[in-house]
């Protein structure tokens, strides 16, 4: 059985979330921000506990492979954390990868 996969790209614009009392914002990468993640992705749990080096984490941060978009999860303007999208795994959108940054959790 052949599943059909949308005609478009996946793309997301810079989104704005209601939360009571913050602003949270979901948007590609800004400058600088890839490595900031990936410093600290090779430093939290579950990836500091494999042999994954930030260089490593770095190309998933900047993955656009298969149409893999990364985003910034920004809280109130700061880098809180990492959303990584697949758009056509198996049957539509996958998150590859959600990551909230330490001082954020």
């Known amino acids: 059985m052949s599943v059909p996969h949308p005609a478009e790209p996946f793309?997301?614009?810079p989104h704005q979330l209601a939360v009571p009392g913050a602003t949270v914002v979901l948007a590609p990468l800004g400058p600088g921000e890839?490595?900031?993640?990936s410093?600290?992705?090779?430093?939290?749990?579950p990836w500091s506990v494999?042999?994954?080096?930030?260089?490593a984490l770095g190309?998933?941060?900047t993955r656009t492979d298969d149409g893999a978009?990364?985003?910034?999860?920004?809280?109130?303007?700061?880098?809180?954390?990492?959303l990584l999208?697949?758009?056509?795994?198996?049957r539509g959108p996958y998150v590859q990868i959600l990551?909230?940054?330490p001082g954020h959790q």
């Open 59 to 61: 190309q998933l941060a």
């Open 11 to 13: 793309a997301l614009q």
């Open 50 to 55: 494999y042999p994954l080096t930030a260089a």
């Open 85 to 90: 999208v697949r758009p056509t795994f198996l």
């Open 69 to 82: 978009r990364p985003f910034a999860l920004r809280l109130d303007g700061a880098l809180a954390g990492f």
């Open 34 to 37: 890839a490595e900031i993640i």
């Open 99 to 101: 990551a909230v940054l």
């Open 39 to 45: 410093a600290a992705l090779a430093a939290m749990e």
